[in-house]
């Protein structure tokens, strides 16, 4: 299992970044070479899934391994049980790693009126927390704005030129991100020449809302701002779709959030580009930063001996459907994220793995990886022989499943309940309790504007895919229950 010395991991995560933002998923307006570089020489998977289009259950599903439903995280405001099992937690106890988390995490509250110094922690086996949940400095113990003042700066934000929902953000050299990366990078440098294995999540903020760059990197983009196209959003199409999109089309986050959004058909079409001008921004900062602390590995010779993995944990709508931020809904721009495995010599390189991959599979194959043996309460599937080749080339799934329940408080009467299984060629949506749903045939309709749900030529199919999220729905059964006799 594994190699003989247990690999680094250098495991980048970012929030609310959708797949096709990286010139390696072929986006040809970010800058993001680094990135592409790391993708060149390592293994992308094309077809990698979140198991929810909300922070806190896809991170508390990733981190163990386990569905959202089965971890007991499934909504964000709520703590993660504290018998549950991280894997940075299980490489701690049984392979030695040394742990360290820069920026957010996530797994509990973080409300500013409850968080009286970081969020609130289980055994979660980190020995570093480097903890800032987001840019703003009315957190408690914000380690990023302890960082600010020590340079002598005061957080601000100003809004971009008269723009509803894009502003000016903190400089490159005093922004989050750059935090993060900093942090990682005297983490990396530190433990160099230690005997022991290490472990650094570096779980950045961006591309997250408030879309909020340096202005220096915005302004790369207004040059060619009537290029960047608008949402895909076809007139009507909401209309056959559950109302909790048409609620959040009209009123976004159902009125309760606080970061000025305006209702969709209120954003003028340069609104709209310079709001994705401004995501695309925040991202290629964010490429910057994984270039110093890739070089940073290279500098202390330990690259070859480090598994880098670079991620998102859900995406973004980005207008898409009408639709800003994130929500009770499972379209590719919600919930396909990038998913990046490098290590030199050990990961096969420049393989680009179309098949269907979901996040919890991640702790599974760190815990391969490191000569662990595998946590018997983990639901994922190692990706480990797939990565350095020991295995065959088969897709890992036939098909990925993703859940929200009630995981966000904009939906209350009713809550959302909704459940998503998705194959190669259809994508099925339930809306438990309300009879509704979504269904799309992904061959004829990738952007996902027509929905079937209703359609008498689709009715097999619906059937066929109901049968497949029943089973999925079944398997999310928590495997820890040990059977102690025969009755």
Request: aromatic share 10%; with cysteine.
């Amino acid at each position: 299992m594994g190699n003989l010395t247990p690999p680094n991991i250098l495991w980048i995560t970012t929030d609310q970044q959708r797949f096709d933002t990286l010139g390696c998923y072929e986006n040809d307006f970010v800058h993001t070479p680094n990135i592409d570089r790391l993708a060149e020489q390592g293994f992308l998977f094309e077809n990698a899934f979140s198991q929810s289009p909300v922070c806190s259950p896809s991170r508390a599903s990733f981190l163990t391994g386990r569905y959202p439903r089965t971890a007991r995280c499934r909504q964000n405001g709520q703590t993660i049980p504290p018998d549950e099992r991280m894997v940075t937690k299980l490489l701690k106890e049984q392979a030695g790693y040394v742990c360290g988390l820069s920026g957010k995490l996530h797994t509990a509250p973080c409300e500013p009126s409850l968080v009286k110094g970081t969020e609130q922690r289980i055994d979660d086996g980190y020995d570093e927390f480097n903890w800032s949940h987001d840019h703003n400095p009315v957190w408690g113990t914000n380690q990023y704005t302890n960082w600010l003042t020590s340079h002598g700066q005061v957080y601000r934000r100003d809004p971009y030129k008269g723009s509803t929902m894009v502003q000016a953000g903190m400089p490159e050299d005093y922004h989050q991100t750059t935090w993060c990366a900093e942090k990682a990078i005297n983490f990396i440098r530190t433990n160099a020449d230690k005997d022991a294995p290490w472990l650094f999540s570096v779980n950045i903020f961006d591309p997250h809302h408030p879309f909020d760059p340096p202005v220096e990197y915005l302004e790369r983009y207004l040059e060619k701002l009537d290029q960047l196209p608008l949402p895909d959003y076809v007139a009507g199409e909401l209309a056959t779709k559950p109302h909790f999109q048409r609620m959040d089309h009209v009123s976004p986050y159902n009125g309760l959030h606080g970061d000025g959004i305006p209702a969709y058909e209120k954003i003028s079409p340069r609104e709209h580009r310079l709001i994705k001008a401004a995501y695309y921004a925040m991202i290629d900062l964010i490429d910057v930063q994984v270039g110093r602390m890739l070089q940073a590995l290279e500098e202390t010779g330990q690259l070859d001996n480090t598994i880098v993995i670079f991620m998102s944990d859900h995406g973004e709508m980005l207008g898409d459907h009408g639709i800003y931020l994130k929500g009770p809904y499972f379209y590719e721009g919600a919930i396909h994220v990038p998913l990046i495995f490098s290590q030199p010599g050990v990961i096969r390189s420049g393989v680009r793995q179309s098949g269907l991959t979901e996040l919890v599979d991640i702790a599974p194959t760190l815990l391969e990886a490191a000569g662990v043996a595998r946590y018997p309460g983990m639901q994922g599937r190692s990706m480990w022989k797939l990565l350095t080749g020991q295995g065959d080339d088969r897709p890992p799934r036939d098909d990925v499943y993703c859940e929200y329940y009630n995981a966000m408080p904009w939906h209350q009467d009713p809550t959302a309940q909704t459940t998503m299984v998705r194959t190669v060629d259809y994508k099925l949506i339930v809306v438990h309790g309300l009879d509704t749903g979504e269904l799309y045939d992904l061959r004829s309709d990738p952007r996902e504007n027509v929905n079937h749900w209703d359609d008498p030529d689709y009715q097999t199919i619906k059937l066929e895919m109901m049968k497949r999220l029943c089973d999925r729905m079944a398997w999310t059964v928590d495997p820890l229950p040990v059977r102690e006799a025969d009755w």
